[in-house]
């Protein structure tokens, strides 16, 4: 019988801690950005966390060079805040220095990189629950429903829809106790509820999943994967416009000189961009080893020069065409082109309950949802059209801010089609800036 040699685990890390990584934040070298450069050993899964680390902080990758061919890892991102303006708040600074440095996550000691931190403050003992099935009108009402009945509070939650599917992760807790919910004979009955949900009015047991978890997975691409798990990639897709942004460009191509496949992406830009597509890459076992980032004007033009895992390059047609597919899913399910409506209140059991539960009686169809809570405040994000798929217009807005009352805020983020009458009625006065809330809930 064969034995294995004996492999010190310690070893893996002594290269990166005998080169620890190196990271400069330069507000000076570009009038228009702030520069992060990165220089670090290369290692698996290295450039999706540098990615993930600055998506997270909100920041606008407008250009960006990778390299790492060899051992070692080196990159330069072009960032702004979401105004476009240089990086000057020195915490968000110090941040990145720590977090890309070498005792961050990029460092290579830490074995897992910890999941997207919910809400801005830390929530305690919560509950995550994964759930992945078809979609259809007022599904996430019922969802928080279920759980506002079995007085189970949604403390955070991310929820999006793509080619008549639908995925959440909720983060929930007790409503009594604000601890995880860990009673098996509970957990059990709300596993129950929300599969019938989710099968809806057939009896498909794989038409949904619910599954509980406190992985560490970041919660984006935890979406990423539990979509691609139920392949919403496949089927056709049509725009309503030809240029549309939901419309990008995928070409695959072979760089003979180097034998590296070129993975091209053109599309409309948008926030996050970077981070969706070098996480499918990289969920499909796809190694980065140069790449360029850049936009302009509003759209974007990416390359990657990539292999398979195993140094092999995209030689079959099938193989080019799932990637290309793939790349396109993920590149859409987290455009919205539908209104974004904006919601603070005091939380408490049942908010989101009776939010979705308005939002439905007005016909209004969510396709993708973020919710947040901050200390006593629940900021909710929904993305809407109405139930056809098309523009909500004033007069539906105008009857959602009657019923919501004075006890929510609101904000329409995206003009509705007859923005004059929504001026007309007072109601675009009454709105707020999301953005300067939440920084003032960080503070």
């Known amino acids: 019988m064969g034995s294995w040699a004996y492999f010190d685990p310690e070893y893996e890390t002594l290269s990166i801690r005998i080169n620890p990584p190196q990271v400069s934040v330069d507000n000076s070298s570009c009038k228009d950005c702030t520069l992060v450069k990165v ?33 070692w890892f080196m990159d330069v991102f072009h960032v ?44 305690g003992d919560y509950t995550a629950i994964e759930l992945i099935g078809r979609d259809r009108p007022g599904l996430l009402s019922e969802i928080s429903a279920v759980l506002a009945n079995l007085h189970i509070n949604v403390v955070a939650a991310e929820v999006w829809t793509h080619n008549r599917r639908i995925a959440c992760v909720l983060y929930v807790n007790d409503d009594t106790t604000n601890r995880a919910v860990d009673d098996e004979s509970r957990l059990s009955a709300m596993e129950e509820q929300l599969k019938n949900l989710l099968r809806g009015c057939g009896n498909d047991d794989d038409a949904g999943h619910t599954s509980f978890s406190l992985g560490s997975t970041h919660v984006d691409r935890r979406l990423h994967q539990l979509l691609f798990s139920d392949r919403d990639y496949e089927g056709t897709f049509s725009a309503t416009e030809p240029d549309s ?37 990289t969920d499909l076992q796809y190694v980065v080893f140069h790449a360029t980032i850049s936009s302009d004007g509003p759209y974007a033009s990416q390359e990657y020069y990539i292999r ?44 989101l309950s009776e939010v979705t539960r308005v939002l439905r009686e007005n016909g ?46 609101l904000n329409v983020k995206k003009a509705p089609t007859n923005t004059k009458a929504l001026e007309a009625s007072g109601w675009a006065k009454t709105s707020f800036f999301f953005g300067s809330l939440l920084e003032k809930f960080r503070t």
């Open 39 to 71: 220089d670090s050993m290369n290692k698996p899964g290295i450039l999706l966390e540098v990615v993930q680390i600055l998506t997270d902080l909100d920041l606008i990758i407008t250009k960006a060079y990778i390299s790492s061919d060899g051992g």
């Open 80 to 123: 702004t805040d979401q105004q476009g303006q240089k990086i000057s708040d020195s915490r968000t600074i110090e941040h990145i220095e720590k977090a890309l440095g070498p005792k961050g996550h990029t460092s290579g000691i830490l074995k897992t990189s910890p999941g997207k931190r919910v809400g801005v403050n830390s929530m």
């Open 245 to 281: 942004p939901i419309v990008p460009k995928v070409t695959i191509d072979r760089c003979e000189e180097k034998d590296y496949s070129v993975v091209t992406v053109r599309c409309k830009d948008r926030p996050k961009l970077m981070f969706d597509i070098v996480c499918t890459l």
């Open 308 to 351: 398979h895992m195993d140094g092999c390059t995209l030689e079959t047609e099938g193989e080019k065409e799932k990637v290309i597919k793939c790349l396109e899913a993920a590149i859409r399910r987290r455009i919205s082109e539908g209104l974004s409506l904006e919601l603070c209140a005091k939380d408490r059991v049942g908010l």
């Open 364 to 409: 209004l169809s969510v396709t993708r949802a973020g919710v947040t809570t901050v200390g006593e405040q629940a900021m909710n994000v929904f993305y809407v059209s109405d139930a056809s798929g098309k523009p909500v217009d004033a007069k539906t807005i105008e009857e959602l801010r009657k019923e919501i009352g004075e006890t929510m805020r």
